[in-house]
């Protein structure tokens, strides 16, 4: 009797340790599915994140072709969306116009292109990629 009653004993503890060993794989698999599923979330929001601000920056920052930027009154900000202007050479601009004004000279400083090339810092080849943009006047 006392053979039965282990070997009854040893039947249930191995189907009590298949049984636990079966729901520990269960569980580290919905743990692992788990861990998939929120890592493609994750990727998904961080390239929409990506993407959202990609295009945020790109209509900011860029100037449409019928929009014209006045040399004689833009901020600072405003010339920092020209191309290959920063905020150095933005405020060089303003600096020589605002000089420029308080030597005597009155309303326009900038007549066309060729006279921005007397600011400080500012070439021929960036002042012709911007030209486009550019207009002068009052």
């Given at each position: ?10 039947e249930g ?22 861990f ?13 994140v ?7 920056v790109?209509q ?13 009154n ?16 933005a ?25 921005l090339?007397?600011v ?10 911007m ?8």
């Amino acid at each position: 009797m006392g053979e039965e009653l282990s070997s009854q004993m040893a039947e249930g503890g191995i189907e009590t340790n298949t049984c636990l060993l079966s729901s520990q794989l269960r569980q580290r698999q919905i743990q692992a599915s788990a861990f998939v599923l929120s890592m493609i979330i994750c990727t998904g929001l961080s390239i929409g994140v990506v993407v959202c601000r990609w295009l945020w920056v790109g209509q900011a920052l860029g100037i449409d072709f019928q929009e014209k930027i006045n040399l004689n009154n833009a901020s600072v900000a405003s010339l920092m969306r020209l191309p290959g202007l920063g905020l150095v050479r933005a405020a060089a601009i303003v600096e020589y116009r605002e000089s420029a004004r308080q030597a005597g000279t009155e309303g326009i400083v900038f007549f066309d292109c060729n006279d921005l090339v007397k600011v400080r810092g500012l070439g021929p080849r960036t002042v012709e990629g911007m030209s486009k943009w550019l207009e002068f006047g009052q």
